[in-house]
């Protein structure tokens, strides 16, 4: 009798976390849809500053980026896999999660930081794709494809929570923005991340 409730108790706790999960992924993926005029947004903002990046790349830009890229090699210097992986994640992790909360302030932050972005991806492309040819852009498509989704998720995300005061009922829709917006970050970006850095950590320490 014991063994038999036992099981049920196992059984029960099990199905429980089960619904937990279904239930949060299933309304993340809601959410998701949602947002899919932002998202559209989001990623025709990066890949338009991208393709700027290419082709007009004036003296002063050049140089931040120059040391922007200086510093972060500084940084990363000597890092085994592991480190390489937990830096590349702590970095992410806090850049997508503050571009998804400053957006607060009417979406200015996050549309702001996917143009930067876009621009600096596009010109250290070019600059690499002068060296070393287009098959460069090959070493970035594996974590990629895990990252770019969650960094303009999170930006898109950021972008609809600022819209809120748009809204009629504006502390209620900020709320309501806010939780999903959290939910998504917790249940789909934080996942992509991780996979994303494993990667990226593991390709850098292979390829030097």
């Known amino acids: 009798m014991k063994k038999r409730l036992k099981i049920k108790t196992k059984k029960s706790e099990k199905r429980k976390q089960e619904d937990f999960w279904q239930k949060n992924y299933s309304l993340s993926w809601h959410y998701i849809l949602e947002c899919k005029n932002y998202i559209l947004f989001i990623l025709l903002l990066f890949l338009f500053s991208f393709y700027i990046a290419l082709f007009y790349q004036p003296p002063e830009i050049v140089e931040i980026i120059r040391k922007f890229v200086e510093e972060l090699l500084r940084k990363t210097q000597g890092l085994n896999t592991w480190q390489m992986i937990i830096f590349i994640l702590d970095n992410n992790l806090k850049s997508s999660f503050f571009a998804m909360l400053l957006g607060i302030f009417l979406g200015i932050f996050p549309v702001a930081t996917t143009f930067v972005n876009g621009y600096i991806l596009g010109f250290i492309a070019e600059k690499a794709m002068k060296i070393e040819g287009s098959f460069i852009l090959w070493r970035l498509f594996p974590h ?54 494993i990667i990226e950590g593991i390709l850098v320490g292979m390829l030097g």
């Open 144 to 197: 990629g494809i895990f990252e770019l989704p969650a960094v303009v998720l999170a930006l898109a995300l950021g972008t609809k929570l600022g819209m809120f005061i748009f809204s009629k009922e504006k502390k209620k829709e900020f709320l309501r923005r806010l939780e999903n917006s959290l939910r998504v970050f917790l249940f789909v970006i934080l996942p992509l991340l991780i996979i994303a850095a």
